[in-house]
């Protein structure tokens, strides 16, 4: 018979975390002068909302890691060492958090 997986929206939420960890990891080894890693970290142009805020794709990252008590490390040097990153990448996977 097989187990049964129940996706619930928290679960979800922390695969689609883990996974764009898992990109982010690969983005910021490819180096500054690729375009994707350019759009990972650089800032958006043109208008937005009265009172919102500009957020990059970066900023999400490193607010992911303050989750999971990884928020004072420079990310982008962390993903260099791909068995660190991984070990990260795989901690956010298995939180799922309260």
């Known amino acids: 018979m097989g187990s049964l997986l129940i996706c619930t929206p928290h679960l979800i939420l922390w695969v ?3 996974r764009i ?3 982010a990891g690969l983005v910021a080894r490819m ?3 690729r375009s994707v890693h350019r759009t990972l970290v650089g800032k958006p142009e043109g208008k937005i909302s009265l009172g919102r805020y500009r957020h990059r794709w970066e900023d999400n990252i490193k607010i992911d890691l303050k ?3 990884c928020g004072g490390m420079n990310w982008i040097d962390l993903a260099q060492d791909r068995d660190r990153w991984r070990a990260l990448v795989n901690t956010v ?3 799922q958090g309260p």
């Open 31 to 33: 180096g500054k002068r």
């Open 93 to 95: 996977m298995n939180l």
């Open 67 to 69: 989750e999971v008590g």
């Open 16 to 18: 689609n975390k883990s």
């Open 21 to 23: 960890m898992r990109w």
